[in-house]
């Protein structure tokens, strides 16, 4: 099992999709019934196998570990190999926990079409863990595709009343962007010879060539980032997908295009990134404040929250490059608690959804009088959203802006107003939602979580101060991965920047 724990992983819940296919029954709600326990247990199943890459983990190795290679088309030397180093690790846990999670918050939620439902989540489940674990870069282009197809479904088919628009908009916009990236991956395979991620990382690819791939990658990881001004789908489908769908659309789906750009553009493209970085600095902080002053303006909660997404994972793309080991572990960091956080703020949003069926904010008023355990666990990840210390938000967000320092004082300065504008539309959700007088009728008549919502809301809220009260449980794990990251990148540079001098030298 050790030897193949990662297949294990990934494929085990596309096997309970093929279940839950199966599944006869005497009515359609016997079957809606046993679908729903079979992708509960399937996902279950996978979360606590997963759990077995958190405590085998060689800490203090950069190596990829728990690797499987089995060829696939050996006349091209392509073959199906995974493995998982610090960084990618932690994102396949993310993936595995909040797969179940969602499967119990749609438990009466959903309730029409409940076994293809359930089919579309592990197969999502699947091709999000096999991204993340892949290490040949035609089977990452597989599994990142692949990601496409049943989210589209979730939003299309389970979604609000503009549901059709939401899920085209999302598949166009990452479609159109995934092309180039196609085109540039076959460029790198046709100069590398192999489409092995391993040795991409250390091929070095001509300056103007890197400058091109670096443009064709970043065309779509800036659109799953989301980066301005590519996010325009993300409020759409925020708003229209089932609740469950905004999870993992926040909460690992955003952090794809992020997640590209530490494996891909940093490593492999360094003169480029050099290059560009000033670029990214300018979009980011466009993101950081400009979305937050939209946010302000928001009526709908979950756009609201939806554009908070942006404005964080703005400071995810300013770590990234700032290029230092504060920076990247940052953004790694801020990665994973708005994985936590931002599903967490989903959900609370979905709860009072599913009582009232209303996301406007003036709907609500005195919540706090009929749910206080509900009030209690929304200023948690209120609280952890805007960064308060003790939570995870806030070891990230001050990572980020120590690594920003390091690289650019302006950068950091302007990326710390996002810090206050964060504050202020969450306080004001808040305050508008759960305090004030409790005079609207229904609103008086909700009920206070039940013990599957209380089961649903434990786990993050250990999970968001865990990740504040104890960073070094996770910092551990990817340091030694950020530091030969950081190392290579550092000696690319160096060697491009000395080339030239050596040129002139040896002219002369």
């Known amino acids: 099992m050790q030897d193949h724990i990662l297949s294990i992983v990934t494929f085990a819940p596309l096997l309970g999709a093929l279940i839950i296919l199966l599944i006869r029954g005497d009515s359609e709600e016997a079957v809606a019934r046993n679908s729903r326990w079979v992708a509960l247990w399937v996902s279950g199943v996978t979360f606590a196998v997963s759990l077995l890459l958190w405590t085998g983990f060689e800490r203090g190795t950069a190596e990829f570990q728990f690797v499987e290679e089995v060829e696939w088309m ?14 990618s690790v932690l994102f396949v846990l993310l993936s595995t926990l909040l797969t179940p999670i969602c499967i119990i918050s749609s438990w009466g939620a959903v309730t029409k079409r409940v076994k293809e439902y359930m089919v579309s989540f ?22 990142f595709e692949g990601v496409l197809i049943p989210m589209f479904l979730i939003i299309g088919v389970w979604g609000g009343t503009r ?8 598949f166009l916009y990452t479609l159109a962007g995934s092309v180039l990236m196609l085109v540039a991956i076959l460029a790198m395979y046709s100069v590398a010879g192999t489409a092995d991620i391993t040795v991409l990382m250390t091929q070095t690819f001509p300056s103007e060539m890197q400058k091109w791939l670096w443009i064709a990658f970043f065309a779509s990881f800036a659109v799953k980032v989301p980066m301005w001004p590519v996010h325009t789908w993300l409020p759409d489908a925020h708003v229209e997908a089932p609740t469950a769908g905004s999870v993992i659309l926040a909460g690992v789906l955003l952090k794809m295009g992020a997640y590209g750009f530490l494996r891909f553009s940093i ?18 902080i466009v993101a950081v404040i400009y979305t937050s002053l939209v946010a302000l303006a928001q009526e709908d909660m979950k756009k609201l929250i939806a554009y908070s997404s942006v404005a964080h994972m703005g400071y995810v793309t300013i770590g990234i490059f700032a290029a230092n080991q504060q920076g990247i572990e940052g953004a790694i960091y801020q990665m994973l608690s708005h994985g936590v956080v931002s599903a967490a703020l989903f959900l609370c949003v979905g709860v009072v959804y599913d009582r009232m069926h209303t996301r406007m904010i003036e709907a609500y008023g ?57 504050a202020a539309y969450m306080l004001y959700l808040y305050r ?44 551990d794990i990817m340091s030694a991965s950020v530091s030969n990251l950081i190392t290579n990148y550092e000696t690319a540079i160096a060697a491009s920047n000395a080339a030239p001098m050596f040129a002139q030298v040896f002219g002369q």
């Open 267 to 284: 490593p492999m493209m360094p003169e480029a990134s050099v290059y560009f970085t000033p670029l990214v600095y300018a979009l980011s």
């Open 163 to 170: 549901r059709v628009y939401a899920a085209f908009k999302l």
């Open 74 to 87: 050996p006349s091209l030397g392509l073959s199906y190999r995974m493995g998982v180093d610090g960084i």
């Open 366 to 422: 005195g919540v706090v009088d009929k749910m206080p355990v509900y009030a209690l666990m929304f200023m948690v990840f209120m609280l952890a959203s805007v960064g308060l210390p003790g939570t995870g938000g806030f070891v990230g967000e001050f990572l980020v802006l120590v690594g920003a320092f390091k690289a650019n004082t302006w950068v950091a300065a302007l990326a710390a107003t996002g810090m206050v504008l964060g």
């Open 122 to 143: 592990l197969i999502l489940e699947t091709m999000m863990v096999g991204m993340f674990c892949a290490l040949d870069i035609v089977v990452f282009y597989i599994f």
């Open 432 to 475: 508008k939602v759960i305090f004030g007088k409790l005079e609207k009728d229904d609103v008086k008549a909700l009920l206070d979580l039940n013990w599957r919502e209380k089961a649903v809301f434990a786990p993050l809220i250990v999970l968001t101060l865990w990740m504040g009260i104890y960073p070094p449980s996770f910092l």
